[in-house]
């Protein structure tokens, strides 16, 4: 089962921005103890979703060209 770090951390926004340490996100609840915890879990989603698409796009090439001259 894939973690929808996307969801999760719409949730730690909200909850963050209303004031509260619990949250609830695909039938999980977690409260947390602070909300540097909760900053630190909203920045591992980040990384989480950051590692995501950077696995799905291509990577960038370069053409060189020699010219003997």
Same mark, same amino acid.
């Given at each position: 089962? /894939? &973690? +929808? *770090? @996307?969801?999760?951390?719409?949730?730690?926004?909200?909850?963050?921005?209303?004031?509260?340490? %619990?949250?609830? $996100?695909?039938? +999980?609840?977690? %409260? *947390?103890?602070?909300? /540097?915890?909760?900053?630190?879990? &909203?920045?591992?989603?980040?990384?989480?979703? @950051? /590692?995501? $698409?950077?696995?799905?796009?291509?990577?960038? %090439?370069?053409? /060189?060209?020699? +010219?003997? $001259?």
């Amino acid at each position: 089962m /894939a &973690i +929808d *770090y @996307a969801a999760k951390k719409e949730a730690l926004e909200e909850a963050l921005l209303g004031g509260e340490l %619990t949250v609830e $996100s695909d039938g +999980d609840r977690v %409260t *947390y103890r602070s909300f /540097a915890e909760m900053r630190r879990a &909203i920045e591992y989603c980040d990384q989480q979703l @950051a /590692a995501a $698409s950077s696995s799905t796009t291509r990577p960038a %090439t370069t053409v /060189a060209e020699f +010219d003997p $001259s």
